[in-house]
């Protein structure tokens, strides 16, 4: 196939379906929809911000205590086989909450289609 012969398919295509534009009232509640998800998103930047702090202190203070007791953790992993496994699990689960959870995803899920 052409690029001419391609060119002439799509031409009809467009002109068989003319694009149409919303109605006025649907661009009116779309608009009042990503204004109202822009305030909702500037009144909870501050929670955000500090669940983010407070997570980070968390996962710091937890450092500061395994590195305190890794002499302690070492004996016990030595003497018993699942303790290590259920140690990796539980660090990665604190991983995985503090670095893939993110509320601008749910944020864009509103907003997505209205652009």
Known sequence: MK?????????QIAAQHPPQLPSPGLIWFRAQLFRKAQQKERIE???TV????AALTGAWVLL?????????MRDAT???SFLLPLLLLSAASLASVIFLWSPR????DV???LR
Not at 50 to 53: C, E, S, T
Not at 65 to 70: E, F, I, R, S, T
Not at 105 to 108: F, L, R
């Open 111 to 113: 907003t997505g289609p």
């Open 78 to 80: 030595n003497q018993s």
């Open 50 to 53: 500090m669940r983010f702090l």
């Open 105 to 108: 995803k749910a944020m864009k």
């Open 64 to 72: 500061a205590l395994v590195a305190a007791n890794w002499d302690q």
């Open 45 to 47: 930047r501050p929670l």
């Open 3 to 11: 690029d001419s012969d391609l060119d002439a398919i799509l031409g």
